[in-house]
């Protein structure tokens, strides 16, 4: 049989293809074959987004055409026959007009590295393509599936709030309650800045303007479809047009896949290799995409996406009695954390039950409800309820393989019923569930007495599962106290878990499950109480009720405040003011280039690695060589941030004191040296924080171990010295029960202090910072409201924490703080320059055209920058420990001046002159217009031989008071307000600077409560991808994030007197670490039984896992398991 041609449309253009393999995805088609590389390949697992694009088709049963967002890197080619592709690309360029959406994201400081940045636009244009003026909370939903490792996301949801109805940045001048600078006002004499972007230079969102649907696919929607076949090498692609069609295939293929979504089969074929030789596409079939309301339930065909199940569930919430809607609420709260809107646009219902994960949210839930499932086969037809019966095995379900999955109803619920679904993750969005689970229990009627009761599980087994043995004994019982302890001793014996079950975190899941079932006991007992008030069993301890709250998230808030440059400073005059990131439009419409992207050469050849312990190959090729390392065997083969273990003694005053410290750091280096005893280096020099010691001493080693070489990250060990410090401060506030905040700032450094390296502290601003944070923080108020709140509430609390930080500025190897730049000025005006430094997002480039362009005196408009090279600017120092912008900053400028002195004689023979006339004057007399410049920081250097010597030019300062609430029976928590203040000295561009504290803020938030590493007993690394290894979303940013620039205080050894900023705002995050220890402090003294002062144990980061784990309580002692000393658990956590 001759294979089909496949005809779909790219940005408005017709694409066939003659020989599409089912093989090729769509972004490997996008980026390869057509050249458009807008389009990203950032994990290929569809966790990112980087490759977001917007698919539109005519939709037969809605009888509309309907526009979604994908993943590229998961769809198939081949399942896009007939529908029309649209790409960062195709919705605006620089060349021609930026698409708003492209304009705003830019204008308001949302791109660094500009990476996700195509795909966060696509993300937003499919949104407004469906709403053009959507609710902020669904612009929140459209970046579930959305990553930014750069940004701290804040800028991004602020620019494109003033697409929504909530409104966006009036600068203050409209009566807008919602404006940013309309918001609650701060205690502190502080006035406002403007706005980072302005509102008014955007242009407006005209959907009529929009790419129409090809009218060539709008015609064939009077066509009946026509079965296709696509060929590929290895895989034959059927995409059937009758229910008739399909399952005489199935009848023929029973081995053959079902593929919709392909978020499953797609994930199966990349990482796990398998092949699957027949794939039949059901997508066009009406019986499989129909919903319907029947009498007893909804029924969805088994193809209909998850997004779809969702639209029709909430209409039918709110339409329907709630007693009716009891189980569809369970399936919204858990299609609410369930991937992002790209998968849930493809991903069938269908898929997530008969790819029968044990992990699965929904399944579970079908379980308890009783949903019922109708499959059928060439000639047979059943329905069957999903019951413990139903996956018989390991990713077994009951199906024979001639069987399909029809549809699925999910029933109303009944007058006396109640259902909940919960589930935790590592992080909300689009995570897998450590425990996911539906519940569901019918009262006879008119009593508390039970009729029926049903709790099933995911992640508790090698399948979805129900708890029958405890479920059973409960029938007849009545709901209350007694029932409660004696379903948690049950399920505790039933669910047990082996201390080496797969997935690790045996405590934490077994108690999970009794932490649901306790939540959906008092969730019940809420109802009930409505339901029969005169029933005592109804009667809920209010404090209590915070159990029972569903995770809500307010809407964002967000201030920034940075000094104005002053009144008269040249319009010209670019520095201080907040210059939008210079490539942030090319990256916001897909056309900046990164590696990958650069076009292929015909005779390229592809470099793989290969993980061994000795060298194999001999490379001369003589050709080019492309290297792209895919997400995961970039995290397998490359080490992470040196983890760090410390021992320590500490000595101090019934004051709080210290007067003593001995500190033994031992990092984690991995198989090799690498920069490991420099990173030790630096986390010794950074031991004291903040703080004065009189009695120091601190001793690092590199611990060689069998893991891959770590490396060091943003901080360079000084993050990890001084979390180690935050530690024993805190305890030593504990221990004299003294507040936390008092013992800190009796501890601080003072002006002209002498640190424990002996360098003294000059314009020492810290204490400035802390009364500045205090103050616009408005802590004491807050504690007072915190205590109040954990006195209300049993099983959620709040923390609250303040935290300085001292980050030293230069190399402590000292030949490396040096730097140069090259100018060249032409003669119409134009200026190229160059210079030691990469730019990678961090806004150097943009900064250094700023630096240029105040030193010349010249508009930023005639400056260009030239990539930096080492055939322009020699020997280039790396770009970090944050200096990049004050070393080379300052060798522009050095150059600068040589341009400018040779300029002089033409500025004084014309005074009134032009700078094109003087440099067209210059040309003209054969004065050389090019000048390098070279800059290296001088008196620095350092021996921890001797401990002599100065290691840092200067020390930034900042000031982080953040809260938390946790969720004490999940390990859930909650970033409810950040307040920076930040010494940045005169910042050279505000935005950038704000982006930068909040981006390294963000980075170390996931540092400190999210980004953990597992590795197998043997060593291999089990978190290998954004699936698995969870970094900040958006989500994760706390709601109100505010941010100040310390103002007055500029710096005499940088650039135009600013600071270095890269590196130190990373370690304020370590105020939501502290703040979530302090929320479980009062959890424990409420449930554990301890006092106040005890002293626990919380490593870094503090995931659900340990929250959990360490809010002990009446149900984390049930669940304790015996580890023996010969288990193998199921990773190791290094
Ligand atoms: C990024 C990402 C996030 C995810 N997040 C979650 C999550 O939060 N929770 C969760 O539970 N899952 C999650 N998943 C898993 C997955 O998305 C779901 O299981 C999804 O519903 C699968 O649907 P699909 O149409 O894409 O399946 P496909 O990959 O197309 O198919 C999956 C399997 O189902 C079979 N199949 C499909 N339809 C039928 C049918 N009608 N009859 C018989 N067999 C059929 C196929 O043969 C195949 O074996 C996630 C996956 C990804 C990639
Ligand atoms: S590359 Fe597709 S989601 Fe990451
Ligand atoms: S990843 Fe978002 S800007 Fe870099």
Request: charged residues 20%.
């Amino acid at each position: 049989m001759t294979a089909d041609e496949l005809v779909f449309f790219v940005n408005g253009k017709k694409v066939v293809e003659k020989n599409a393999d089912p093989e090729t995805t769509l972004l490997a088609y996008l980026r390869r074959k057509l050249g458009l590389s807008g389009t990203k390949l950032g994990c290929g697992e569809g966790r990112c987004g980087a490759c977001t694009v917007m698919i539109s088709k005519y939709d037969h049963l809605q009888n509309k055409i309907v526009h979604f967002s994908a993943n590229a890197c998961l769809a198939p080619i081949c399942s896009l026959h007939h529908v029309a592709v649209t790409t960062v690309e195709g919705i605006g360029s620089t060349k021609t007009r930026l698409h708003p959406v492209q304009e705003r994201i830019a204008k308001s400081h949302g791109s660094q590295c500009g990476f996700c940045t195509p795909g966060i636009v696509m993300s937003m244009y499919t949104l407004l393509r469906n709403q053009p003026q959507p609710t902020m909370e669904e612009v929140e939903d459209a970046f579930h599936g959305n990553l930014c490792r750069c940004t701290g996301y804040r800028p991004i949801l602020q620019g494109f709030r003033t697409f929504t109805k909530d409104g966006g940045c009036c600068g203050g001048n409209a009566d807008n309650p919602n404006c940013c600078m309309n918001q609650k006002k701060d205690h502190t004499q502080i006035t406002p800045s403007p706005c980072l972007f302005n509102p008014e230079d955007f242009m407006p969102l005209d959907p009529t303007q929009e790419p129409i649907f090809p009218p060539e696919l709008l015609r064939l929607k009077d066509t009946p479809q026509k079965q296709v076949r696509f060929e590929g090498e290895r895989v034959t692609w059927i995409q059937a047009s009758t229910l008739k069609e399909l399952l005489d295939l199935k009848a023929q293929h029973p081995e053959a896949k079902l593929v919709v979504g392909n978020t499953e089969i797609g994930i199966e074929m990349k990482f796990k290799n398998k092949l699957f030789p027949v794939i039949i596409s059901p997508a066009w079939i009406p019986e499989l995409n129909f919903v319907e309301r029947g009498p007893e339930g909804i029924s969805f065909g088994a193809a209909c996406s998850l997004d779809s199940v969702e639209k029709t569930l909430k209409d039918a919430v709110a339409e329907l009695p709630a007693h009716k809607t009891e189980v569809f609420r369970g399936v919204l709260e858990q299609l609410r954390w369930f991937a992002g809107k790209q998968v849930k646009s493809v991903a069938s219902i269908g898929g997530n039950i008969i790819n029968a994960s044990p992990i699965s949210d929904l399944n579970p839930v079908f379980m308890a409800s009783g949903a019922k499932m109708t499959i059928v086969s060439r000639g047979t037809r059943r329905t069957v309820p999903m019951d413990h019966t139903f996956f018989p095995a390991y990713r077994k379900t009951l199906l024979s393989p001639e069987e399909i999955l029809l549809s699925i109803e999910i029933p109303y619920s009944r007058e006396g019923e109640f259902f909940s679904a919960f589930k935790q993750a590592s992080r909300r969005e689009d995570d897998i569930a450590k425990v996911t689970c539906g519940m569901r229990v019918l009262f006879q009627p008119g009593t508390t007495q039970v009729k029926e009761l049903a709790l099933c599980y995911g992640g508790m087994a090698d399948r979805t599962i129900s708890a029958l043995k405890t479920t059973r004994k409960q029938l007849s019982n009545f709901w209350n106290e007694k029932l409660l302890h004696e379903v948690c001793a049950s399920l505790a014996e039933e669910l047990h878990l082996p201390p080496d079950a797969p997935g690790g975190m045996v405590d934490f899941r077994r108690t999970l499950t009794l932490s649901f079932f306790f939540k959906f006991y008092l969730t019940v007992l809420q109802k009930l109480g409505k339901e029969h008030p005169e029933d005592k069993c109804g009667q809920l301890d209010p404090t209590f009720a915070s159990a029972t709250f569903l995770f809500q998230k307010d809407p964002p808030a967000n201030v920034q405040l940075f000094q104005e440059v002053p009144k008269g400073q040249s319009e010209e005059d670019m520095v201080g003011r907040p210059l939008p990131h210079l490539a942030s439009a090319m990256q916001a419409s897909g056309e900046a280039m990164y590696c990958d992207d650069i076009p292929r050469y015909e005779n390229e050849l592809t470099l793989r690695l290969v993980t061994s312990t000795q060298a194999h190959a001999k490379i001369k090729t003589g050709r080019p060589v492309r290297c792209m390392l895919d997400r995961d065997e970039d995290m397998l083969i490359t080490g992470g941030r040196n983890p760090f273990l410390a021992r320590y003694k500490v000595g101090f005053m019934k004051t709080g004191k210290v007067v003593a410290l001995e500190v033994e750091h031992y990092g984690n280096a991995g198989n090799s040296e690498d920069l490991s005893l420099r990173v030790v280096g630096r986390a010794l020099l950074h031991m004291d924080n903040s703080y004065k010691i009189p009695n120091i001493r601190g001793t690092g080693q590199a611990c060689k171990t069998n893991l891959p070489s770590n490396t060091a990250f943003r901080g360079f060990g000084g993050p990890q010295g001084m979390l180690i410090a935050e530690h024993w401060m805190s305890e030593v506030a504990v221990t004299c029960g003294l507040p936390a905040e008092e013992v800190r700032k009796k501890n601080m450094y003072k002006e002209g202090d002498l640190t424990h390296f002996n360098q003294k502290l000059e314009g020492f601003t810290l204490p400035r910072c802390w009364d500045e944070c205090l103050a616009i923080s408005e802590y004491h108020a807050r504690r007072s409201e915190v205590d109040k709140f954990n006195k209300e509430h049993c099983w959620k609390k709040r923390g609250l924490c303040i935290i300085p930080i001292k980050f030293g500025i230069d190399y402590t190897l000292s030949f490396l703080n040096q730097a140069g730049a090259l100018i060249l000025v032409y003669t119409d005006g134009s200026v190229l320059l160059t210079h030691g430094g990469t730019e990678m997002g961090q806004g150097l480039h943009t900064k250094m055209v700023q630096v240029a362009s105040k030193a010349l005196k010249i508009p930023i408009s005639k400056i260009y920058i030239s990539e930096t090279s080492t055939n322009t600017v020699p020997n280039t120092s790396p770009t970090s420990a944050s200096i990049s912008t004050d070393i080379n900053g300052q060798a522009v400028y050095e150059a600068c001046q040589k341009i400018l002195k040779r300029l002089e004689p033409f500025k004084r023979k014309n005074p009134r002159g032009s700078w094109e006339d003087w440099v067209t004057a210059a040309y003209q007399d054969a004065v050389s217009l090019s000048a390098t410049g070279f800059y290296k920081i001088p008196n620095v250097g350092y021996s921890f031989e001797t401990n002599s010597g100065t290691p840092f030019n200067y020390f930034s300062y900042g000031v982080a008071c953040s809260e938390v609430e946790i969720d004490c029976l999940t390990g859930d928590h909650k970033n409810l307000r950040t307040d920076i203040v930040m010494d940045v000295g005169c910042s050279l561009n505000p935005a950038i600077d704000i982006g930068q504290v909040e981006g390294a803020f963000v980075q170390g938030l996931g540092l400190f409560t999210l980004e953990e590493l597992h590795y197998s007993p043997d060593g291999t690394l089990l978190t290998r991808g954004p699936g698995t290894y969870k970094i900040p979303a958006f989500g994760s940013i706390p709601t109100e994030f505010r941010v100040s620039l310390l103002r007055d205080s500029p710096n005499k050894k940088a650039i135009y007197a600013s600071k270095a900023i890269g590196e130190p705002p990373l370690f304020l995050a370590a105020s939501i670490f502290f703040a979530i220890k302090d929320a479980i402090r009062a959890a424990r003294a409420q449930h554990g039984g301890s006092n106040t002062k005890e002293l626990f144990r919380l490593d870094s980061p503090a995931t659900p896992e340990k929250i959990r784990n360490a809010c002990v309580d009446k149900f984390t002692t049930l669940c304790i398991t015996d580890v023996p000393g010969n288990c193998k658990p199921w990773s190791q956590r290094v």
